[in-house]
């Protein structure tokens, strides 16, 4: 997760005209959303996942890492934005003291060299299944509506995957996107 990809949705937004609605909620609380159950899919939609995005890589970032009690951790991939954890959390019946962002959402990083259990247990399906990588998905909801002449799609999907950068390692995670057309 980077500050500029946040930073691109708002402009989207703007010269679009498309409603912030969109993009951010105002009556969510970024503070009161539980990290474990945005990760598992749970509760949360994408204005939701795009307003906690604003928030932890805003102008609050500090206070954000603070309160949700994150130290952010060098990252041998360049695609995830790592933290450790104060107090582990539990996601998928795992506990975890990782937690990393990609650019679509937040992925607990569990101790599991074989991520086969956890897809199976939670209905993942395999797009990549190959010795040394593991990618799979299964969406949560999707949705589709236009505005002002744009359509927005918005796109809720579990994924389980395994990368290079993380031997012995499985991501699971939830993936919260947008698509403007």
């Given at each position: 997760?980077?500050?500029?990809s946040?930073?691109?949705l708002?402009?989207?937004a ?8 969109a ?20 509760t ?13 890589a805003g ?24 933290y450790?954890l ?8 795992r ?36 010795p ?16 002002e ?18 031997p012995g ?8 996107t947008?698509?403007?057309?």
């Amino acid at each position: 997760m980077t500050k500029s990809s946040f930073k691109g949705l708002a402009a989207v937004a703007v010269v679009l005209g498309l409603p912030a609605a969109a993009f951010a909620r105002e009556a969510v609380d970024p503070q009161q959303v539980d990290l474990a159950k945005l990760i598992e899919c749970r509760t949360y939609d994408v204005p939701t996942y795009n307003s906690f995005g604003f928030w932890l890589a805003g102008t609050e970032e500090a206070q954000a890492r603070a309160s949700l009690g994150l130290t952010e951790v060098k990252s041998a991939n360049f695609m995830l934005m790592e933290y450790d954890l104060a107090r582990p959390i539990t996601v998928f019946g795992r506990q975890t003291r990782r937690v990393a962002f990609t650019s679509s959402g937040p992925m607990a990083v569990l101790d599991e060299a074989d991520p086969h259990p956890l897809a199976k247990a939670l209905g993942v399906i395999p797009v990549v299944d190959a010795p040394g990588k593991f990618l799979g998905e299964v969406v949560v909801s999707e949705t589709s509506e236009t505005s002002e002449g744009s359509t927005l799609k918005t796109r809720v999907s579990l994924n389980v995957s395994t990368v290079t950068t993380h031997p012995g390692k499985t991501l699971a995670g939830c993936s919260y996107t947008l698509e403007i057309q």
